[in-house]
C-alpha cells in the first residue's frame, strides 16, 4: 500500500471517528466534497480495500494484506495475540 492510501485510510479513518469533517477529509485528500462522500461510503463499505486502485482486484489486494498481517502476527512482538 502506497504512502498516499495509507494517509487516505488515516484520513477517512479520522472521519469516522468523527476527528474531521467529509469537507475537512475531501480538501486533505485532493478530491471534491461529493467524491469525499463516495470514497467514505466506499470505505464503510469495502474497508481498506477501497482505497486501493481500480486496476488491482480488491479481492487479491485484500488478500495480500492479510497475508501480510499474519506474518506480522508471527513476529515476536505481537506474542501476545497468540492463543497457547
Known sequence: MSRREQARVQVLNGVLENRWDV????????VSERH???VLAAHRKEGIAATTPSSIPAGVFLGWCLGTLG??????????????
Open 23 to 30: 469537507r475537512e477529509a475531501a480538501e486533505v485528500m485532493e
Open 36 to 38: 469525499g462522500w463516495r
Open 71 to 84: 506474518r506480522s502476527l508471527k513476529s515476536p512482538s505481537f506474542s501476545f495475540l497468540r492463543m497457547s
